[in-house]
């Protein structure tokens, strides 16, 4: 069993100026918000590629700064996250569509198996510290899913994780970043059934998040 205490942001998360701090900091800052402008062209040109569905879970939703993207793929959009703060706050961000909130762990899902045509979890992996646990959080987003995955995870071979190693190695402070590799990925998406339709990166230098399309074969 994995205990939400092993997600790195955890308690952050439950309280609600921390909560509300998540909601706004990607408009904060300008890199922030380049960021984020990016990530939304990415997640829509790979959500083009699922086309419409009728159930998509989004989980975790956070203050669902991209909800409303899923929201246009889905008729019904399931939001999860174990915070209930953030819950709160996807549901008042919530101007085009009508989410369904669960308060719930993303490694113990309440639903199940093959619950949804599509299923969504974005940055969360790289908060996992245990390597086991990022594959148990990818195990349990494939068990619910009957037809796509949509995750990101932070990939292992980027050009980004291989510089911040060589930091390290040369003396630097910074922590190891937590990852996985694209094989470790592939590998769990043919234990349950799944190939990765599609897969790509934010940047090739800046970032070292990878964002992966699986379906089921």
Partial sequence: MIHLEKIEYSENRKRP????????????????RLSSWRERRLVERLLDRVGRCDRALDVPCGAGRLSGLIAEHASRLYEVDY???MLKLCRANAGTYRPLVAAASAFQLPFPDRAFDLVVSIRLSHHIPEREARKDHLRELFRVSRRHVLVTFFGEESLKNRLR?????????????????RGEVEGLAR??????LDSRVISAVFSGHCFALLERR
């Fill in 17 to 32: 100026e921390r909560a509300a701090s998540y909601d706004t900091k990607y408009e904060r800052e300008l890199h922030k």
């Fill in 83 to 85: 915070s209930r703060q």
């Fill in 191 to 196: 234990e349950h059934g799944f190939e990765v």
């Fill in 165 to 181: 190693e060589l930091y390290r190695r040369l003396g630097g402070r910074k922590r190891s970043k937590h990852t996985l590799s």
